[in-house]
């Protein structure tokens, strides 16, 4: 082992070595690394092997009470929609935020502000809902954009 190498360079070069649907346990990650489980610093050296994983064609998810699997190829669509959901839920959130803003409370420059980022925010949500759908239509290949389904008679 190159006592030089960083903590997170060494899970990385792991994983890039693992097999796609491999599965890394905590034990061993802990082995690797030299990091208890159940450290702070364990996380933290878990999500920045992540980072570089991820520019490199590899994703890990957490296997709960067991370690991380190394996705497979044919995975990250649906690991991609995951994440626009939750962006889309954040993106609820906030708008239930500025729905629920005491504007009569407010001075007549923080109801402009407001009323301009509400009018954005409704943009966006509609953007975001469209661009949701298509996505979700587009991995059940149910879409009308794509060629198999355009009819040309």
């Not at 070069?13 to 159940?38: C, W």
Request: net charge positive; glycine share 8%.
């Amino acid at each position: 082992m190159d006592v030089y190498k960083k903590k997170w360079e060494l899970l990385y070069d792991h994983v890039m070595e693992a097999d796609y649907g491999s599965i890394i346990s905590h034990q061993e990650i802990s082995h690797i690394i030299g990091e208890s489980h159940n450290s702070n610093k364990y996380g933290t050296i878990i999500n920045r092997a992540k980072k570089s994983l991820l520019a490199q064609g590899r994703l890990i998810e957490s296997v709960r009470g067991v370690g991380y699997r190394v996705i497979e190829p044919d995975d990250y669509s649906g690991k991609s929609i995951s994440v626009f959901r939750q962006g889309f839920n954040k993106l609820k959130k906030a708008s239930d935020l500025l729905a629920y803003a005491p504007v009569a409370s407010m001075s007549e420059e923080g109801r402009l502000i407001h009323q301009n980022v509400t009018d954005r925010v409704k943009i966006l949500h509609a953007a975001v809902a469209g661009g949701c759908t298509e996505i979700n239509l587009l991995a059940r290949k149910q879409s009308a954009f794509l060629p198999e389904n355009v009819s040309r008679k």
